[in-house]
């Protein structure tokens, strides 16, 4: 994703936060992404454990 408001280095969390709440990402109820270990453990995303 290119979100020309974001500019120059952002974290993984405000890029998606961004994507939430401007730009209306949705998860359809009942189904989770999985995202990298940038991000935190929140609803309807997770993150794999590590180690």
């Known amino acids: 994703m290119f979100f020309p408001s974001l500019e120059g280095s952002v974290t993984d969390g405000r ?13 359809p109820h009942g189904c989770y992404y999985l995202v990298d270990v940038g991000y935190t453990n929140c609803e309807r995303f997770l993150v794999p454990f590590r180690g």
């Open 15 to 27: 890029v998606l936060r961004d994507a939430i709440r401007k730009h209306g990402l949705k998860v």
